[in-house]
T-cell receptor, first 113, second 117 residues
Framework: QKEVEQNSGPLSVPEGAIASLNCTYSDRGSQSFFWYRQYSGKSPELIMFIYSNGDKEDGRFTAQLNKASQYVSLLIRDSQPSDSATYLCAGVITTGTASKLTFGTGTRLQVTL | GAVVSQHPSRVICKSGTSVKIECRSLDFQATTMFWYRQFPKQSLMLMATSNEGSKATYEQGVEKDKFLINHASLTLSTLTVTSAHPEDSSFYIC?????????????FGPGTRLTVL
């Protein structure tokens, strides 16, 4: 079982709709999670991170974390064609004093006109 | 803030040559930098964790003698691909984690696209 799992998509939503991206993780010890957006041929850019159970809002983005169910989600409100990209979910895996991000394979989002 | 640069952005080299890629945190200090590789239509794969002033920690299956990492300062890490071969052609991306305690956030550089002929 992969440590962080995402549906590869593509997830297609019409412009103006809410896009819902989901991610599950296997390590109950993971405490913090990140969402990155990656356009084709570019490197990932940070959208937001979440540490606590519940919702965290930043503009059109809302991250949700449910540690009991081990899932993280990202909602994008009022989706725009410029939101079309691959969204990477990452969890922090800590081994001893070292920590690193483990990425899911990403979900490709297509926002259609 | 939190800008990471990489140089070069693109490199084409002949098989058997070595290529050095630089990763710099421009407006923050980073005790830890990470090197990733991404093949087309695949996710990021962590190659190694680079700690300032100490040896890098390599992920399983990554040859440390082939991918040499140096993290000489709090703002610079380098990756040298030695004796590159066509199968090393990939998108190499570094990230840097700020020094501040309590943050696991990594900021990514723009990546280096390596093509080995």
């Amino acid at each position: 079982q992969k440590e962080v799992e995402q549906n590869s998509g593509p997830l297609s939503v019409p412009e103006g709709a809410i896009a819902s991206l989901n991610c599950t993780y296997s390590d109950r010890g993971s405490q913090s999670f990140f969402w990155y957006r990656q356009y084709s041929g570019k490197s990932p850019e940070l959208i937001m991170f979440i540490y606590s159970n519940g919702d965290k809002e930043d503009g059109r983005f809302t991250a949700q974390l449910n540690k009991a169910s081990q899932y993280v989600s990202l909602l994008i409100r009022d989706s725009q064609p410029s939101d079309s990209a691959t969204y990477l979910c990452a969890g922090v895996i800590t081994t001893g004093t070292a920590s690193k991000l483990t990425f899911g394979t990403g979900t490709r989002l297509q926002v259609t006109l | 803030g939190a800008v990471v640069s990489q140089h070069p952005s693109r490199v084409i080299c002949k098989s058997g040559t070595s290529v050095k890629i630089e990763c710099r945190s421009l407006d923050f200090q980073a005790t830890t930098m990470f090197w990733y590789r991404q093949f087309p239509k695949q996710s990021l794969m962590l190659m190694a964790t680079s700690n300032e002033g100490s040896k890098a920690t390599y992920e399983q299956g990554v040859e440390k003698d082939k991918f040499l990492i140096n993290h000489a300062s709090l703002t610079l890490s380098t990756l040298t691909v030695t004796s590159a071969h066509p199968e090393d052609s990939s998108f190499y991306i570094c990230s840097a984690r700020p020094v501040q305690r309590g943050t696991d956030t990594q900021y990514f550089g723009p990546g280096t696209r390596l093509t080995v002929l």
